[in-house]
């Protein structure tokens, strides 16, 4: 089963997701694509770690979940990637092609033996960014979310900590 939690920032998308997880029988894996690039992001970092306990473990794949998802989707586990808007920004800061890695992705998603909980946000519904880059990464992220929707078996957006259904 593939579960698609989507919000804006501090919605509450990681809280649910995590809680979506451990409502499941099995091992719990965080495939983590943030990288600490400064102290703020270090302290956030360490504090998500903190609240998720010793019943998960942790992969870091900022670039290669693709391959985080193929290597450790598998019976009795469940995965939990937070998040694929860091992901994006990741594959674009490296220059990679997107299309391609997206692909890879999908196609990852699509062939997992376990249940996989992804976490995005929605980067739709503000004011359209002012330059180039900017642009980009939301119609990166934008055409990602949709993908994933379509796929999903669950979808849901958070706001403000509630939840609204919106596929499954």
């Known amino acids: 089963m593939l579960t698609f939690i989507l919000g804006g920032a501090r919605s509450g998308k990681s809280e649910r997701a995590q809680a979506l997880a451990e409502s499941q029988s099995g091992k719990l894996v965080y495939l983590a694509t943030a990288q600490a690039f400064d102290d703020e992001m270090a302290d956030r970092i360490a504090r998500h770690r903190q609240d998720r306990g010793p019943r998960w473990r942790t992969v870091e794949c900022p ?7 193929t290597r450790e989707a598998a019976p009795g586990r469940v995965l939990l990637v937070d998040c694929l808007t860091l992901w994006t920004s990741n594959i674009l800061l ?5 299309p391609a890695v997206s692909k890879q992705l999908m196609d990852a998603l699509l062939a997992a033996k376990s249940p996989i909980i992804l976490v ?24 990602l979310n949709q993908d994933i929707a379509a796929i999903a ?16």
């Open 63 to 69: 670039i290669d979940l693709p391959e985080a998802i």
């Open 120 to 143: 995005s946000n929605e980067v739709g519904m503000g004011i359209v960014p002012d330059n180039a880059l900017a642009r980009r990464f939301r119609d990166m992220a934008g055409r």
């Open 94 to 98: 490296n220059e990679l092609n997107f």
């Open 153 to 168: 078996d669950r979808a849901e957006i958070m706001f403000a900590g509630l939840v609204v259904p919106l596929k499954g």
